[in-house]
Structures are given as C-alpha cells and as structure tokens.
C-alpha cells in the first residue's frame, strides 16, 4: 500500500531530511584521502546525536552501520571498516538517513577522493545525478510511477559514454517509497519494465526516494561474503544518487535538500514547492 502523507506529516519527513543534509555534508567533508569508511560512519553519528535524531540504517535487517559506504566498484551497501582507507583518486557513494519522531529520510551521493579522476568517472556521476533530478522532474501530479522510471532511463541513454559503448543502469536495486519506515511501496526501477505496468497515480501526498545507481559497465551485481556489499559483476565502477521527494499540492519538494530543490528545479522550468519548515 502506497503510504500519503498530509502537509503535516511531510512537515516532519523535511526535518529528517535536513538531517540527512547535514550528515551528507560533514561526510563529504571528512571524505579525503587516509581516511577510512568507518571515520566516515563516526562522522554521522555525531551529526545525528547533534539533531536529536535517529539513524534508519544502523540494525535495519541487521546491518553494522550507521551510513553505507560504497567505494569504486561498490554499488551500494558498502559496510564502513577500518580497513578501508579512502585514497587519492577513489570514489565513493554515501547513503544514509535519520528518523525524526518516526518520519524518515534518505539521501546518498557520489563524492571524489582527492584529486585526478578520470574524466569518464566525473561524466559517470554528473549523469547519475542529472538522471535522479529528471526523475524528481517527473514527480508531477497526474504522471504515473512509470513516468519517474522513463525520465531516469531517457536521460541515461541519451548521454554520450566517454570511450563509447553504453552505461549500465543497475538493475537489482532502485527507488521506493518512504514514510514512517525507510522501505515502503512503491519500489521504483530506474529503467522502464513493461512487465510491471504503468504503477500508482502520483498525488500530492506521495512520497519517493528516488535513487538512480550507474556504472561504467554492466547493470549486473552480485553481492559479497558480508551479505551486504554489491558489486558489479565485471568490476566497472558505479555513481549512486538519492533524494527523498514529496508530491504537494504546490509541486515537489526535495526533502533531503538543503534548499528542497528549489535551485535545480528552476533550472528545469519547475517551481519547488514552499518549504514547510522555512
């Protein structure tokens, strides 16, 4: 069952969401080389315990972790250890999110180590991020879920791949609904599946996550000994980007956006919906 919140309710979910801004930037910056994923999760915990919050990661189907760290080939749910020492060059994609009074938030970015990437790696991500933000586009009233799953998928194939050949959007793992838990209905795909028909009207009330995950190969993973770590199966490394919307009355609002979108929104001809916290 699709979860619709009232203004109230979204009200809360955009004081989780600052939340999990702020956890995003005091992890980018603690992201620099010699650092390691868990210096990372410590990073989180102090700027959860600082708000008052809760995180939704940590114990959730029993993962270690307050945030998931996701290094070069790691898709998603990469564990923090000592053992991972961040070094120059690297990328790595941050996901995590907070409870406040049990209304949720989730987010996760793709960060560069230091310095001297790729240039095929800073396309990787720019287009990663450029896809999610045509998905929160698409978050209009009337549109189907599918119509979110199109605009991700659009944007991607008609990106040029440096090198040639085409990018691997995941197909294991994608977007889903969020509310009073952190997974709920619907789950979006970040591709277009006809098999699963058009999905749920988008109303105001609806709330997603949405999260596309790229990689510079294949779409396939697999997932490690721990039970948590996805990686591409043929070992490319991947961009991972998440924000959490919500379908008001007055358009969408990003509520895991420090600005709820407003900036990014304009630039694509939409107006963001007030921020009911400002």
Request: net charge negative.
């Amino acid at each position: 069952m699709v979860q619709i919140k009232s203004p109230e309710q979204i009200a809360k979910m955009r004081e989780a969401g600052l939340v999990v801004a702020a956890i995003h930037a005091a992890t980018r910056e603690a992201a620099v080389p010699g650092a390691t994923t868990r210096d990372l999760d410590q990073v989180a915990r102090k700027v959860l315990a600082e708000h008052d919050a809760k995180p939704n990661f940590l114990g959730y189907g029993g993962f270690p972790a307050t945030i998931c760290t996701s290094v070069n080939e790691v898709v998603v749910h990469g564990i923090p250890s000592d053992d991972v020492v961040l070094k120059d060059g690297d990328v790595i994609s941050i996901d995590c999110g907070a409870i406040i009074d049990g209304w949720h938030g989730d987010a996760a970015y793709t960060a560069f180590v230091g310095s001297g990437h790729a240039p095929e790696l800073v396309e990787l991500s720019r287009v990663t991020e450029a896809s999610m933000w045509a998905g929160i586009a698409a978050m209009k009233q009337g549109n189907r879920l599918v119509d979110v799953s199109r605009a991700i998928e659009t944007y991607i194939r008609r990106q040029p791949k440096p090198g040639g050949g085409k990018y691997g959007i995941i197909e294991d793992y994608g977007g889903h609904g969020i509310g009073t838990e952190m997974h709920r209905d619907p789950h979006l795909l970040n591709y277009v599946d006809r098999k699963r028909g058009k999905g749920p009207k988008l109303v105001p009330g609806f709330c997603l996550a949405i999260e596309p995950m790229v990689s510079l190969g294949t779409p396939r993973t697999e997932v490690l000994e721990d039970e948590w770590t996805v990686v591409t199966t043929d070992g490319t490394w991947s961009s991972h980007w998440e924000h959490s919307v919500a379908l008001t009355e007055q358009g969408p609002l990003v509520l895991t956006a420090v600005d709820g979108g407003k900036a990014k929104l304009a630039e694509m001809g939409i107006t963001a919906a007030p921020d009911p916290l400002a």
